[in-house]
């Protein structure tokens, strides 16, 4: 349907209710069981950024749609009349219940559970690779496909695992021999480390069949993906690895040094979405992925900041929530299209939000689609409660209770659980917000690599802004400029007599970073804390304390500061 002369829409109307509320249920793309993730994905060109052959590793905090970018990717791919095939792997799913004392282990336990999972999806696929062997003039018989299953359950046979006709049932465990596991630890240069379960008394393959365990090996492995490929002349496989950062960050080097080893050089290509102060994809230069060789990062944060670009910002936005209400209910909201561009009229999100109350829920927000949504649905609620009200869109008051609520539901906790985290942001919000009416303000950049600062930016509480800020009455400094986050200070019972509506309207949300060249914390502040957390010693050279979190003296016991070598 095409716009009409007549845009307006009754928000109180009952189905227009059940269509906000409905929203709750794709509010994460694991909640979606109904819908194609194409078909309500906003933003199309993340998908063009990263449907190409080359790894990617996809950083995004929670909430800024990366499982979502990683389905949409796969539905793309497997539309598309190339021999590509995306397969979807949520580690969660195979994190073994092991104690992390050898990472290299986890990570080979985590690596088999990949492969069968490959292998599994091969099996029920097997119609699909055919069908699209025979796109190519290959003509395929029944005895063909009956020796490519048996060839694939042979493969899942050497795991303990086989199709009973509905699943895959498995048999027995599976090891790794000890001679296997030195073999890769010696390849790695680590030292002796305890092998848990593993038995030296068993050569790889082995069975024993009292105990019904088999061994196999990581060459044996990689082995198999590659024979797999080969035999249905595969282009490229992609494997879309979701919530990597759930995986310990010590094992995670080790994981990706895996991967490499067997697919670097194979028809097969990774994307990997992870978190990105939860990430570590290489140690020591050697062992995983390298950043910018092996693999290339691309960042689903900060692209849609409200402070530093409104039209594209209101426009993604607009999109995100037209798309997600047509599904619900096409109706009513597809009267909202633009007959031209075939895409949403660009003020579809105004006849929701009047202008100030658009311009705090897009602030709020932050650029993260989830924290948008669950505010937006929040204040909606709130509205449709003021039955007295003549409003007819949701008011500022509506938008500033959502995001208490949702401060108190998502974020409160966490934070209230990590008495640093808590700690600091307490001395920030005092420091610039009540003491400099300002959200926005600069920290050196030697320090972002401070964990408690981290982990403020990990809980969507402290929003990194932009890199790089010189500042004239400091040479040769680099600072960082970073946000906080609207809902936190908005919520926060300990400052409610002190922020009132009047100092939120006073408070500077501008982009112009010049104005906020002053507005910093520096070495004393970050001392000061060091000193109450214990995270730091005093230097013998500088006077200064050292944080001993910071990667230069966990890596050389130097000095973040003046770095000087500093005797343990």
Request: hydrophobic share 40%; with cysteine.
């Amino acid at each position: 349907m095409t716009q009409g002369k007549n845009t307006a829409l009754d928000i109180r109307n009952i189905e227009v209710k059940k269509s906000v509320e409905s929203l709750d249920n794709m509010i994460r793309a694991e909640y979606n069981t109904t819908y194609n993730f194409l078909e309500y994905y906003a933003g199309r060109e993340s998908i063009g950024k990263v449907c190409g052959v080359k790894n990617q590793v996809i950083y995004g905090r929670r909430g800024t749609g990366k499982t979502h970018l990683l389905r949409a990717l796969q539905e793309q791919l497997l539309d598309s009349e190339s021999t590509i095939f995306p397969i979807y792997i949520d580690v969660r799913k195979f994190k073994p219940l092991l104690s992390n004392d050898f990472p290299l282990y986890y990570a080979l336990i985590l690596f088999r559970e990949l492969v069968i999972e490959l292998l599994k999806w091969a099996y029920t696929n097997i119609d699909r690779l055919y069908k699209t062997c025979a796109t190519q003039d290959c003509q395929i018989s029944f005895s063909q496909k009956e020796s490519a299953m048996s060839e694939i359950q042979s493969y899942l046979g050497k795991f303990n695992t086989a199709f009973s006709g509905s699943n895959f049932q498995k048999l027995g465990e599976i090891e790794f021999s000890y001679s296997e596991v030195e073999k890769l630890s010696k390849s790695l240069n680590l030292s002796s480390q305890p092998m848990i379960t593993i038995d030296t008394e068993h050569e790889s393959e082995k069975q024993n069949s009292a105990i019904n365990v088999k061994y196999i090996s990581f060459a044996e492995m990689s082995e198999i993906v590659n024979a797999l490929i080969n035999h249905f002349s595969i282009d490229r496989i992609f494997i879309l690895v979701d919530e990597w950062s759930e995986i310990p960050i010590e094992t995670q080097p080790f994981f990706a040094e895996l991967l490499k080893r067997a697919f670097i050089t194979s028809k097969v290509t990774l994307k990997i979405a992870a978190i990105p102060n939860r990430t570590r994809l290489m140690i020591d230069q050697t062992v995983g992925l390298e950043d910018g060789g092996d693999i290339f990062g691309y960042s689903l944060d900060n692209r849609y900041i409200y402070e530093l670009n409104q039209d594209a910002t209101k426009a993604f936005f607009n999109e995100l929530l037209f798309k997600q209400l047509s599904l619900a209910n096409s109706s009513i909201f597809n009267h909202f299209i633009d007959s031209k561009t075939g895409k949403p009229i660009h003020n579809f999100i105004n006849l929701f939000l009047a202008n100030q109350a658009l311009r705090e829920v897009l602030i709020a927000s932050a650029g993260i689609p989830r924290d948008f949504l669950s505010i937006f649905i929040s204040a909606y609620n709130n509205f449709y409660m003021r039955m007295q009200t003549t409003h007819r869109h949701l008011a500022l008051v509506d938008i500033r209770t959502a995001t208490i609520q949702w401060y108190e539901v998502d974020k409160k906790k966490a934070v209230e659980s990590n008495h640093n985290a808590k700690v600091m942001l307490n001395k920030i919000i005092e420091e610039i917000l009540i003491g400099k009416k300002r959200c926005h303000f600069l920290i050196p950049e030697k320090y972002e690599t401070n964990q408690t600062l981290n982990d403020l930016i990990d809980l969507r509480i402290i929003h990194l802004r932009k890199r790089g800020i010189a500042h004239k009455d400091n040479r040769g400094v680099s600072y960082n400029v970073y946000y906080i986050d609207y809902a936190c200070y908005t919520s926060s019972n300990l400052y409610h007599n002190k922020i009132n509506t009047n100092l939120l309207s006073e408070i500077e949300t501008t982009d112009d970073f010049r104005a906020i060249r002053r507005i910093s914390l520096g070495d004393k502040f970050f001392d000061a804390l060091n000193a109450e957390f214990g995270n730091g010693i005093k230097c013998p050279h500088c006077g200064r304390f050292i944080d001993t979190s910071h990667p230069a003296y966990i890596k050389q016991k130097i000095c973040n500061n003046c770095f000087e070598k500093v005797e343990e």
